[in-house]
């Protein structure tokens, strides 16, 4: 017997498969530097947990609704009213247990077979198993290095075809760190209305922006998925809680695949987001301050050391750097530069094709683990 078909649809994570591969160097007594994995490495806030234990003390342990706790999706919609100034039903709001089963769930409702959905390229490595595994058909727009890797809105018309369904956006980005600005934002949903497309934002890096702003896509369209969750800016990745805003016509088959794959997200946690929303505001700021003392120092000596960054990124906790000068096949690379420098680095190549000849350096790590990491980097790019 042997797996489904479907299974070899799917690549592997290669950032999973480093981290993991570290894992074992670390257990045989080898000192690394992470710089691979996009995890916050700051505790969650006080609150988060307080409400957490509380709930599990309380036995708060039962089924929720199967859209979620109807006062965490009022804190959502609270949340974005507050900070986008923009008006969300709490009956479109799906709380989920991470981003990622939001993102199939609304794959599954949107697509049929045959369906395309455009992404960028390079883009977060997940998108494209997602549609496949739907069967759907992700479509790629290259983006690039010069123009801080963000979508041309004329390369996506050209993409445009009947089949195509929605356009997916990432701002603040995973890979590049950049965030798309509001005139950009604007322009792209132009170019997804004249087509009658939906536009798909994964928004799970807003709140980590070091200068301007960023915006919501309910800002500018309702025909709109929005994707976000607790993992990012509030540090809360192993507690798995995120939420899906999808429009009035597509709730209803959210909520049946959600019930029958998922039931509901975990109950408690589902309290510690409302904690988190409510009440986690300076903690979220110290950490976002610390994060940005963080990205100047990584910036700059990545530069020192001659990674290329034509245009530096400004949100979330990474720096897309061009390393081609060292080698063009960014997986051999980051396997050279763990093994011999004993730093874990993320290749290019994970996030696309267009990506190739890019190493992806997180900079979710104490300031004194960077220094040592950006330090034996250098010597690596030197000896090499």
């Known amino acids: 017997m042997k797996p489904a078909k479907r299974c070899k649809q799917i690549t592997p994570f290669i950032v999973m498969e480093i981290m993991e591969k570290i894992h074992k160097m670390e257990k045989s007594g080898i000192d690394v530097i992470h710089m691979e994995i996009g995890e916050p490495d700051f505790n969650v806030p006080a609150c988060v947990n307080k409400a957490n234990i509380d709930a599990l003390s309380a036995n708060k342990t039962h089924y929720t609704h199967s859209l979620g706790d109807i006062r965490l999706r009022d804190a959502i919609s609270e949340y974005h009213k507050t900070k986008y100034n923009t008006f969300v039903d709490p009956g479109q709001i799906i709380v989920t247990s991470g981003t990622s089963p939001g993102m199939l769930l609304l794959f599954s409702a949107l697509l049929n077979p045959g369906d395309e959905v455009i992404i960028s390229d390079p883009h977060y490595a997940c998108y494209e198993n997602f549609i496949k595994y739907v069967q759907g058909v992700p479509v ?24 195509t ?9 995973n890979p590049t760190g950049n965030v798309i600005s509001k005139k950009r934002m604007q ?39 929005l994707l976000n969750g607790f993992s990012k800016l509030f540090a809360m990745t192993g507690l798995r809680l995120g939420y899906l805003i999808a429009p009035h016509e597509f709730v209803r088959a959210v909520q049946i695949l959600e019930q029958n794959f998922f039931i509901c997200a975990n109950s408690s946690v589902q309290l510690a987001g409302i904690a ?25 000596r990545l530069k020192d050391i001659g990674l290329g960054i034509t245009v530096e990124p400004t949100g979330a906790f990474y720096v ?26 993320t290749p290019g190549i994970d996030f696309g094709k267009n990506g190739e000849g890019y190493l992806r350096f997180s900079y979710a790590n104490s300031m004194e683990n960077l220094e040592i990491g950006l330090d034996r980097m250098e010597k690596y790019c030197i000896s090499s």
């Open 320 to 345: 897309f750097a061009n390393a081609k000068h060292i080698s063009c096949d960014s997986l051999a690379l980051a396997h050279d530069i763990l093994e011999k420098a004993h730093v874990g680095v």
């Open 140 to 163: 790629t727009v290259p983006v690039f290095e010069d123009q801080g890797f963000i979508y041309n809105p004329e390369a996506i018309q050209e993409k445009i075809t009947s089949k």
């Open 187 to 225: 322009q792209i949903v132009d170019v997804a209305s004249k087509n009658n497309l939906y536009i798909i934002s994964d928004e799970i890096y807003h709140g980590l922006v070091y200068e301007g702003k960023e915006h919501s896509i309910l800002e500018f369209t309702d025909k709109a998925f």
């Open 276 to 300: 988190a929303l409510k009440h986690a505001y300076k903690e979220t700021q110290e950490m976002k301050e610390i994060y940005n003392q963080r990205r100047i120092y990584v910036i700059k």
């Open 165 to 173: 369904k929605a356009v997916v956006i990432n701002s603040p980005s």
